[in-house]
């Protein structure tokens, strides 16, 4: 005889359940995770007065898309009913992303690693921000990769309403306002240019006022 696995007992579902929870949570985890990455350079900027450069820049961005591809599956948890499918869509979208904040990352990395080069900006915890975004870039795509593995064990399932869906739109709006802040961070470094210095020494914008006036 062969032994089958009955995936339709109560003990199944309330385990495919959990998982799907667990997913959501992950996701929950990952959309403010990465979004407190970006306060943390936005801090840098305003308080410490460090000017990113546009690899700094690019490298937000993509941690920025990396949270929305957490963002998705959020989203898709708070209508209520979620399937494999968002689940492999979101963490899909978020690999995307933090292969190419990696390979961004890497560059920044190649560009100051001789000896001798102080490198750009100041260090944080004996790295620099470029290395420590490499670092969370390659923990990212590994952590997805492990949780698409098991995206097959939380197909349809329910997300409860409460705190789940509260918590999840708290975590989005969170995302929102910081991708607005950056938006408004790159206009006033860059001014009323196309481009970015590569070594920016103020914000363009106000001088570009001063000069019209």
């Known amino acids: 005889m062969t032994a089958t ?3 339709t007992t109560p003990a199944a579902a ?3 359940a959990w ?3 667990l997913q959501y949570w992950l996701a929950v985890i990952f959309v403010v995770g990465w979004t407190g990455v ?3 350079g936005l801090g840098t900027q305003f308080i410490g007065w460090e000017y990113p450069c546009p690899l700094c820049m690019i490298q ?3 941690m920025l898309l990396a949270a929305l591809g957490g963002a998705y599956i959020v989203r898709r948890g708070m209508t209520g009913a979620i399937h494999a499918r968002d689940y492999m869509t979101g963490w899909g979208l978020s690999i995307v992303a933090c292969v190419g904040g990696g390979f961004t990352s890497w560059r920044q990395t190649m560009l100051h690693i ?3 080069d102080p490198g750009y900006g100041g260090p944080v915890l004996g790295l620099h921000l470029y ?3 490499w670092i969370l870039f390659v923990a990212a795509i590994a952590t997805a990769g492990v949780l698409l593995c098991f995206s097959d064990e939380t197909a349809a399932h329910t997300i409860p309403d409460r705190p ?4 999840g739109a708290i975590a989005i709006w969170f995302l929102a306002v910081v991708i607005a802040i950056n938006l408004v961070a790159v206009f006033l470094e860059e001014g009323f240019h196309w481009f970015l210095p590569d070594d920016p020494e103020r914000y363009q914008f106000f001088y570009d006022l001063h000069i019209l006036s």
């Open 38 to 40: 970006v306060c943390g």
């Open 164 to 167: 789940h869906r509260l918590i």
């Open 5 to 7: 696995t009955d995936d």
């Open 60 to 62: 937000r961005m993509f």
């Open 19 to 21: 998982l799907g929870q």
């Open 114 to 116: 001789l000896p001798g």
């Open 131 to 133: 290395v420590w975004a």
């Open 14 to 16: 309330g385990r495919r």
